[in-house]
């Protein structure tokens, strides 16, 4: 009252500009602690350092059951379950493996396939035809997934059909073919580091499975 309009303009405008600064740090908030107190929000940091050049063996992953994270969504698990299990086969844990295979052989074992899932695809059909050979869950997830799998030409797209026609399909022609065919292009997967090291070292594994065999 008794204010003159510019008076009223800049003190409307403080107002506004108040408004919008408790607005903001309101959402700051809840970025930094709801958000980021997410499972997704970890997994995605931890794939950056991977994508920084951070080995495997400095990360320190750890069960689902072990994170500071409060009931996590089945996606959210699934997600973090691409990063874990690559760090537990580059550990050799094969005993840590069995729950996230469970968990993710259950999930997608009732689920539609969807592209943004392949990862996930890929590392069931390379277990079941690695560390535990089963051929009905192998065969069902690799139907699943074919078109995608058999048109891609990165490494671990070649690691898994190797290992698939070798454990489970026992076509070591075939299993040959799709190794050196990996073998060729590891060098195109991914950036330098964890991830395309533990793809060359899984390849030279069933190269050396492969050659065993034949001495034997």
């Given at each position: 009252?008794?204010?003159?309009?510019?008076?009223?303009?800049?003190?409307?405008?403080?107002?506004?500009?108040?408004?919008?600064?408790?607005?903001?740090?309101?959402?700051?908030?809840?970025?930094?602690?709801?958000?980021?107190?997410?499972?997704?929000?970890?997994?995605?940091?931890?794939?950056?350092?991977?994508?920084?050049?951070?080995?495997?063996?400095?990360?320190?992953?750890?069960?689902?059951?072990?994170?500071?994270y409060?009931?996590?969504?089945?996606?959210?698990?699934?997600?973090?379950?691409?990063?874990?299990?690559?760090?537990?086969?580059?550990?050799?844990?094969?005993?840590?493996?069995?729950?996230?295979?469970?968990?993710m052989?259950?999930?997608?074992?009732?689920?539609?396939?969807?592209?943004?899932?392949?990862?996930?695809?890929?590392?069931?059909?390379?277990?079941?035809?690695?560390?535990?050979?089963?051929?009905?869950?192998?065969?069902?997830?690799?139907?699943?997934?074919?078109?995608?799998?058999?048109?891609?030409?990165?490494?671990?797209?070649?690691?898994?059909l190797?290992?698939?026609?070798?454990?489970?399909?026992?076509?070591?022609?075939?299993?040959?073919q799709?190794?050196?065919?990996?073998?060729?292009v590891?060098?195109?997967?991914?950036?330098?580091?964890?991830?395309?090291?533990?793809?060359?070292?899984?390849?030279?594994?069933?190269?050396?499975?492969?050659?065993?065999?034949?001495?034997?």
């Amino acid at each position: 009252e008794g204010a003159t309009v510019a008076e009223v303009f800049f003190g409307s405008f403080a107002l506004g500009m108040l408004v919008h600064n408790i607005t903001f740090l309101v959402l700051l908030i809840y970025t930094y602690e709801v958000l980021g107190k997410r499972l997704n929000v970890y997994t995605n940091s931890m794939v950056k350092k991977l994508r920084q050049g951070i080995p495997f063996e400095q990360m320190n992953l750890k069960p689902i059951s072990q994170l500071p994270y409060k009931n996590p969504s089945k996606l959210e698990k699934m997600m973090y379950y691409q990063l874990y299990l690559p760090y537990l086969i580059d550990r050799n844990d094969m005993e840590g493996l069995k729950d996230p295979i469970r968990e993710m052989t259950d999930f997608y074992g009732k689920r539609d396939y969807i592209v943004q899932e392949t990862l996930s695809y890929y590392w069931l059909i390379f277990y079941y035809s690695r560390y535990e050979i089963n051929p009905a869950n192998a065969d069902a997830f690799f139907t699943r997934v074919s078109g995608t799998l058999l048109s891609d030409s990165d490494s671990n797209a070649k690691r898994v059909l190797a290992y698939y026609y070798f454990g489970v399909k026992r076509d070591v022609e075939k299993a040959e073919q799709y190794l050196k065919e990996g073998l060729a292009v590891i060098d195109k997967f991914s950036l330098p580091g964890a991830e395309r090291e533990l793809e060359r070292k899984l390849l030279l594994d069933l190269e050396a499975i492969i050659a065993r065999n034949r001495m034997s």
